[in-house]
């Protein structure tokens, strides 16, 4: 019988069935330890009040509260003061000649262009060739009058006379008439040469020779009168009435590493009920040739100053309850303060109220910490006692685990 065991047992089919026996077994034994080691390790943490977990590390600033000065930032173009359209004021003709080029400074009467003057001219010829014609027949009927009224009554019958003065009358009033078309053919031939109205620079050209330039339709030149230059920007509507006629600027354009000085000359009457903006145009000098019309500019104005500190804008939060931020007290610590925000600057959010100058405010991420939570400041000497005080207490635990 003893044969027949150890004869079942050293067979193939028993092996695989030992083998799985003894895996079972040893999985279970490694999975029992680890749970014990597991509620051990929980159970002294419980014990000891300690869980290892090393406070956040934040970063704080401290923020120094005093006179802020308050500036209105606005966004705009640079154009010209008067922008001038320049086009053909007589008849349709075709241009001949174009003497100047965007960027030209000229004066007031100085050519621009020229047209084809031969119908022109042809015009004013045949309008003096009539002047003449009528001219002559004036004085030929003015003669026969005054020869009318030497001869008396005897010589002439009365309607005779009166014929001929009114003949007279007619033919002086025909070289008025003729006069005054030689005067307007004389325009019009003075028209065919286009002319500055005034001094200032040229900012467009779109005269071609060759081109048809007709009155009325066609935009020759634009011309920025006297060489004026302002920027034309929008500001919000809660800026406007900070803003006043005769203030200076700093404008700024892209590109262009220093400022340009300019002054308030004329503030919109009206807020656009879209954009909810009012229009502001600065002067600027007309003769920096930086300023050209079409740039992109920025301007800041200064108007005043008020009393509170400036905060980066992830400093402060908001909520049901209003603005507000997050302080490390002297525990380290988080305490929440409400906090009045008076306006946003280009370097940040100006706070009026609710900070006294001297706190340690959470500077960014302060949307995932609560308040009370104890914090390590980044920087700070607190900040590595506390993560070697944490991670001395995760060591004992292990060591106790063991």
């Given amino acids: 019988m003893n044969q027949q065991l150890m004869s079942d047992n050293a067979s193939p ?26 509620l051990l390790g929980r159970g002294h943490a419980a014990a000891t009040g300690k869980d290892g977990v090393v406070p956040p590390l934040i970063t704080v600033i401290i923020p120094s509260r005093g006179e802020v000065t308050a500036s209105v930032s606005l966004t705009g173009l640079i154009s010209a003061r008067n922008d001038m359209p320049i086009g053909n004021e007589g008849d349709a003709g075709r241009i001949s000649e174009v003497l100047v080029e965007p960027g030209d400074h000229v004066r007031q009467g100085q050519v621009l262009a020229k047209l084809n003057p031969i119908a022109a001219q042809s015009n004013v010829d045949n309008m003096q060739a009539s002047l003449e014609q009528e001219r002559a027949n004036s004085v030929m009927a003015k003669g026969e009058w005054e020869r009318a009224q030497q001869g008396g009554s005897d010589l002439f019958s009365k309607e005779e006379n009166e014929r001929r003065r009114m003949s007279a009358t007619t033919a002086e009033a025909k070289v008025k008439a003729a006069e005054a078309q030689v005067t307007d053919a004389r325009n019009r031939l003075a028209h065919t040469i286009i002319r500055a109205p005034t001094d200032g620079i040229v900012l467009t050209r779109t005269a071609e020779v060759g081109q048809i330039a007709v009155p009325g339709s066609t935009v020759l030149f634009r011309l920025a009168r006297d060489g004026q230059i302002e920027m034309r920007g929008q500001v919000a509507e809660q800026d406007v009435p900070h803003l006043k006629v005769g203030q200076e600027a700093q404008v700024r354009l892209d590109g262009v590493a220093r400022s340009f000085n300019g002054t308030i000359w004329q503030i919109g009457a009206i807020i656009d009920s879209t954009t909810r903006q009012g229009t502001v145009r600065i002067a600027l000098s007309a003769s920096d040739q930086d300023l050209r019309p079409g740039a992109f500019a920025r301007a800041e104005i200064q108007v ?3 009393l509170g500190v400036i905060l980066p804008q992830t400093a402060v939060l908001s909520d049901e309850q209003g603005n507000y931020v997050l302080i490390v007290g002297g525990d ?32 960014v991420a302060g949307a995932f910490l609560r308040t009370g939570e104890v914090v390590s400041i980044a920087g700070h000497s607190d900040a590595g006692s506390l993560a070697q005080k944490a991670a001395m207490a995760g060591a004992k635990d292990s060591v106790s685990a063991q």
């Fill in 13 to 38: 089919e028993g092996r695989p069935a030992r083998w799985r026996l003894y895996a079972g077994i040893g999985v279970a034994v490694v999975l029992a330890l680890a749970a014990g080691a597991w």
């Fill in 304 to 306: 005043g100053s008020s």
């Fill in 332 to 363: 380290n610590k988080l305490e929440r303060r409400g906090v009045t925000v008076a306006g946003a600057r280009s370097e940040g959010l100006l706070v009026s109220d609710g900070l006294g100058g001297n706190e340690r405010v959470v500077a």
